[in-house]
Nanobody, 120 residues
Framework: VQLVESGGGSAQSGGSLRLSCTAS????????IGWFRQAPGKGREGVSC????????VYGNPVKGRFTISSERGKNTVHLQMSSLKPEDTAVYYC??????????????WGQGTQVSVSS
């Protein structure tokens, strides 16, 4: 299993960024994939999950209505469109597979992470 993130960077409050994650070693049809983030001095926080078997999407409360997860099955790639960004969204974002589907924030494999910084 390999997960490679791209995108991220810096944005001003209210702006947008897009993250992408290309998976190898498994098919998005068979596993749930998504994102968690970790801010300095804080623990991991589930951001979003996309269920492979049924296409259901789940979002953490802080990002509901602002972030959208989607996939390109042919490219085995998942995207996270982040809009209306806030300074508190600043964190390292990790692409991850989920141990128990999208039913709980339990992370299995993850990538190297990509930094997202939002200034006020």
């Amino acid at each position: 299993v390999q997960l490679v993130e791209s995108g991220g960077g810096s944005a001003q409050s209210g702006g947008s960024l897009r993250l992408s994650c290309t998976a190898s070693g498994f098919s998005l049809d068979d596993y749930s994939i998504g994102w968690f983030r970790q801010a300095p001095g804080k623990g991991r926080e589930g951001v979003s999950c996309l269920s492979g078997p049924d296409g259901r999407s789940v979002y953490g409360n802080p990002v509901k209505g602002r972030f959208t997860i989607s996939s390109e099955r042919g490219k085995n790639t998942v995207h996270l469109q982040m809009s209306s960004l806030k300074p508190e969204d600043t964190a390292v974002y990790y692409c991850t597979t989920f141990t128990n589907g999208c039913y709980e924030w339990s992370f299995d494999y993850w990538g190297q992470g990509t930094q997202v910084s939002v200034s006020s």
